[in-house]
């Protein structure tokens, strides 16, 4: 299993780096395919926000040690994403809602109980970015 660990973080460290981003379920080793649900962080607390001059494979070895009770939950994955604008790395742990006004409720809920502002969730499936 620490093999096929391995070569799950370095296929995750890779397709960070060319998709700009990823979804994955690090308990399996499995990459989500695209869903059209809105993603945020269920613990916005449990955020990782890195400079791009970190060790890659080790931040994310590590992220995962700390957080893997959390991403074994049903309803959340290691979500990952690059931001353009700073080249900096976010990891959470992610979850996601398929109503758009239910995930916005949901995602304030979030950030009001962690003290950490949510400001943006995702849609894989559409692309498509909105800001709280």
């Not at 869903?35 to 080790?58: C, E, G, M, R």
């Not at 949510?118 to 559409?126: E, P, S």
Request: with cysteine; hydrophobic share 40%; proline share 5%.
């Amino acid at each position: 299993m620490k093999t096929a660990f391995n070569a799950y973080l370095k296929e995750l460290a890779a397709r960070t780096l060319q998709n700009g981003g990823t979804a994955s379920k690090p308990a399996t080793c499995e990459f989500l395919p695209d869903q059209d649900v809105w993603s945020f962080p269920k613990y916005p607390a449990k955020t990782a926000i890195l400079p791009p001059t970190i060790n890659l494979l080790s931040e994310l070895r590590d992220f995962i040690t700390r957080n893997e009770a959390f991403l074994n939950e049903a309803d959340c994955w290691l979500g990952t994403w690059i931001n353009p604008q700073t080249g900096n790395f976010y990891f959470d742990v992610a979850t996601g809602i398929a109503d758009l006004e239910t995930a916005k409720r949901k995602a304030i809920q979030a950030g009001k109980a962690d003290g950490r502002e949510i400001v943006a969730m995702f849609n894989a499936k559409r692309n498509k970015t909105v800001f709280l």
